[in-house]
């Protein structure tokens, strides 16, 4: 299995751009989660999937992120318009499910908001 | 918000010695794990040790676990340039929800 796939590993873009961050987990996992890493702040959940529906989006920081699940195999985070602190690691993970206890990471987008 | 809280929060050793570092959360749990970040990469699961166990080995790594203190630790032993990374300890704040602490970051040095 190749594991949690992330694109663009690297983003640079301009403020008021949109960003779309896209993400497959592991074929067979049924839960999906956006994380976002900043020195500041560490890494905080921003929205948690199960079975490609959104159970928890409490982390999303505004209006101005959205994600969606359209099927198992893929989901997208966007922010549009995009800001200066915006800029951070952004990570998807796939889990299992409940009564598993392991969450794999992809290999993050580094997002560079100028 | 973070309910792990690692110390130190750096860590600098030199080959072949161990290195320690811990973690305090504040609310019950079920288990405890640790994950390992190196740089520019994303999280990798350590280990995992619940509520009702005390130490878990995994390879060079052990962890302890108090639940009295909530408290957990992480030692590597025979430390190599390859265990440079930051290590993050994750409790369990919901069915599904990990709450991570800020990490401790390790440099072996050759």
């Known amino acids: 299995d190749a594991g949690v796939i992330q694109s663009p590993r690297h983003e640079v873009t301009e403020m008021g751009q949109e960003v779309t961050l896209r993400c497959k987990p592991i074929?067979?996992?049924?839960?999906l989660f956006w994380y976002r890493q900043t020195m500041m702040r560490g890494l905080e959940l921003l929205i948690y999937?199960?079975?490609?529906?959104?159970?928890?989006d409490s982390g999303m920081p505004e209006d101005r992120f959205s994600a969606k699940m359209p099927n198992a195999s893929f989901s997208t985070l966007k922010i549009q318009p995009s800001e200066p602190r915006d800029s951070a690691v952004y990570f998807c993970?796939?889990?299992?499910?409940?009564?598993?206890?392991?969450?794999?990471f992809g290999p993050g987008t580094r997002l560079t908001v100028l | 918000s973070q309910q792990g809280e690692e110390d130190p929060q750096a860590l600098s050793i030199q080959e072949g010695e161990n290195a320690t570092m811990n973690c305090s959360y504040k609310?019950?749990?079920?288990?405890l794990q640790w994950y390992r970040q190196n740089s520019g990469r994303g999280l990798v699961h350590l280990i995992l040790?619940?509520?009702?166990?005390r130490e878990k080995h995994s390879g060079r790594l052990r962890v302890t676990l108090d639940t009295s203190k909530k408290s957990s630790s992480l030692l590597i032993t025979a430390s190599r340039a390859a265990d440079t990374a930051s290590y993050f300890c994750?409790?369990?704040?919901?069915?599904?929800?990990?709450?991570f602490g800020a990490g401790t970051t390790v440099t072996v040095r050759a």
């Open positions: 993970a796939s889990w299992v499910g409940p009564r598993t206890d392991t969450q794999y």
């Open positions: 074929s067979g996992h049924n839960s």
């Open positions: 999937f199960n079975n490609n529906v959104p159970i928890d």
């Open positions: 609310t019950s749990i079920n288990n």
């Open positions: 040790i619940r509520s009702n166990e």
């Open positions: 994750a409790t369990d704040a919901s069915d599904y929800k990990l709450s």
